[in-house]
């Protein structure tokens, strides 16, 4: 065990310990309100002629912060969800979602990116995945519509659009979602560094008073 | 343990995508009354109160975002909108001006036909430039030499008379109204037949006063003036004969010539389309108007217009006029 990257080992061990029930409660109330606010509210409202689309974000950021298992987990039920709820083709908006939330969760586990432009990048490639994929498969399955310029360009306003909005959109779900979290002694060791618990000179201070 | 958890992670990941793959092949390959359409039917049954009620509740929020979007949109729109709208002014303005122009090419080409005026050789010519004082006495045309246009050449427009030119240049000429001082027009009361000079009154621009009446029979008012198609003296612009200029309004009953006031027919303030009659050499009247010239002024004894006695009577057989002047 010692001959594996500690990356490894961290990732291995979130997967393997999470999957709390009130991690799952938190991930299954968040899914169904952003999809309903989607479906009721944000698909309401085009801008520059495409809607901002949430779920994709959402799944990317719960696999962002708990993991590829429940990353993958939350992707297919929110693609069902959504799936059922607006009449799509059962599948493919699960199929896709699926990807993106176990790959965001591979990403926190084999790399744990802590830039501060970390979920904005991952957002937006959730975004263009997404539509990418979705396009792709409903191509696959004979929809008749022509690759064009205004479907090409819906897709770049809409990964745009989705990249304007994925860091307040991270900050809500790590809201909902961080009492959720079991205890990472990594981000334990951050906070100490930032508020100084555990900076030298605060201990040598401390030690001097 | 770790083997353990990757196994395990990697089983739901396959466990999902097979899933979604099953459920994708079922769905697609099913008739509507399928399971999984009675599913989706039944699931949307079930959501859609809740549905309606977010609805509901999220209207307010979503009324204001569409207002934002809408007055974005309003917002563009207008503006495209304001651009059609200045196109559709400007191409009103072209029509508009277009058709004003076409009455009054309408009004000269009678003129031209009823009076012959072909025979001249008319050049339609713009007004570029109208002088800017309230005796408005002077006009400048697009139409100069290059177009044949010399001076002395009348000037007409669709309601008559308008001047004559006094000034060339190759693309524009100046013309003097007939409310100039410097011109002088030798016209006929068509209803009487007397002739007489037509000037500028004084002191009453755009009015004209016509003396030295050939006779003295009572006009009445509203009776036509006309060219008479005769020139009184060298340098004297030769008119076509029967070119309306003007309407009698009065008499002058003081005057020891009887002179008559004249209301000029053609709206000498707003000139837009004008015609010279250039009668270029060889034509009908340029040849009348050199033989004038060299006949020379009239012999004293006898009245104004004898001396051009040939002339007239030649005008007369070319434009139908009713001069009466004969040697």
Redesign the interface.
Known sequence: MSSRPVTQQLGAQASSAWLPGSLLWRVAILSVVVVFAQIGLISEVPLFGVSIDLSPLLVAFTGLLCGSMLGAIAGFAVGLLIDLALLQTLGVTSLTFTLIGYWSGRLRELRDPQAALTPLLVGAGAAASAMVGYSLIEFLLGVDAPVSFELLRDIVVGVLLDTAVALPMWALVRRCLIGGLPEDPRRRRRRAYTTGGLSPLSRSSGRGL | ??D???R??RA??AL??A??????????GEAQSGG?HS??SG??TV?SP??DG??KA?KP??DL??WF?DTLDAKSQNKELRKELNRAREQLTADQEGAHKYAELLKLDHLNSALSIADYHPVSATVVNQSPNIWYSTIIIDQGSSSGVRINDPVIDGEGLVGKVTRVASDGALVSLITDSEVEVKARISATGAIGMLQPQVGEPGRLVMQNRSSNAPVTRGDYVVTSGTVSGEGDSLYPPGIPIGLVTSENEQSPFKSVNVSPLADLHNLDTVEVLTSTSGSRPATLSTLSERLGPAPSTGSEGEGTGGQAASTEEAGGGGSTETG
């Not at chain 2, 899933?19 to 697609?28: D, E, K, N, P, V």
């Open positions: 343990m770790y353990k958890t990757v395990r992670r739901v990941l999902l995508v899933l979604s793959l099953i459920l994708l092949t079922a769905y697609f999984l599913l989706q699931f949307l959501v809740i549905q977010a609805n999220l929020v979503r975002f569409g979007g």
